[in-house]
């Protein structure tokens, strides 16, 4: 069974650019989220979205957002880059139990985005 | 307010020497969820476990333990027996009922196992 697939795997953008960030989940899985790892920062929690919506949203500015498409898989944009978006940027993927807060998450290997 | 501590940043060992990382939490709610995620260099967190706020038994899978402590808010991981493949950053986490699927995770432990 394939994993959570991520891509691209690295990228470079400057100040000011868009970038868009393609997530794949594992089969079966309907709830998709995004987290950012920034150097010195730990993971922090970005969005979850579920059955095409987005259910949760973390502290990040408008410019971070994102969309679920029918098949479940997910993109994300971030508009006007800032070298501070530098980061590993993780999905991770779940059965939706959305009662519980008990979902184990799959994690894809990231994509890493160098803002320069 | 909900928060992951593990104030250990990086851990060094040989191999065969047992080690324990720590975890302490903060959380207002009364039914809330703990994990262990790991991170190896390729960069995917793989889950290791998870514990709701109710089961407070200690749970052994080979090497790894895990030991939940509502009176002190911990969650401490320990590896018997270490080996360098157990080398990688290792992550605790808390979800609540309150705010679902939003993992707070703490700030890593990296853990250098040398042979």
Redesign the interface.
């Known amino acids: 069974e394939a994993?959570?697939t991520q891509s691209p795997t690295h990228l470079i953008k400057t100040r000011g650019q868009q970038v868009t960030l393609r997530c794949s989940p594992i089969s079966g899985h309907t709830?998709v989220?995004w987290?950012q790892q920034a150097l010195g920062l730990?993971?922090?929690?970005l969005l979850?979205y579920d059955e095409g919506e987005e259910?949760?949203r973390?502290n990040f500015p408008p410019r971070f957002s994102g969309r679920q498409f029918p098949n479940y898989s997910s993109e994300l944009n971030v508009n006007a880059l800032e070298l501070e978006d530098s980061a590993?940027y993780?999905c991770?993927s779940?059965l939706a139990d959305?009662?519980?807060?008990?979902?184990?998450?799959?994690?894809?290997?990231?994509s890493?985005l160098t803002v320069l | 307010a909900q928060k992951v501590t593990q104030a250990q940043t990086e851990i060094s060992v040989v191999e065969k020497e047992d080690v324990t990382l720590d975890c302490v939490y903060e959380t207002r709610d009364t039914t809330y969820y703990l994990f262990w995620y790991k991170q190896p260099p390729s960069g995917e967190l793989v889950f290791l476990i998870r514990r709701n706020s109710f089961d407070e038994q200690n749970e052994i899978s080979g090497r790894y333990s895990w030991n939940f402590q509502k009176s002190t808010s911990s969650f401490n991981f320990t590896i018997t027996a270490s080996q360098v493949v157990d080398s990688a950053v290792y992550f605790c986490a808390l979800s609540e009922r309150m705010d679902t699927d939003k993992l707070i995770f703490g700030t890593g432990t990296r853990l250098q196992v040398f042979p």
């Open positions: 994993g959570v709830s989220y987290y730990g993971l922090q929690f979850w259910r949760n973390g590993l993780l991770a779940s959305s009662h519980s807060g008990a979902n184990v998450l799959t994690f894809g290997a990231g890493r």
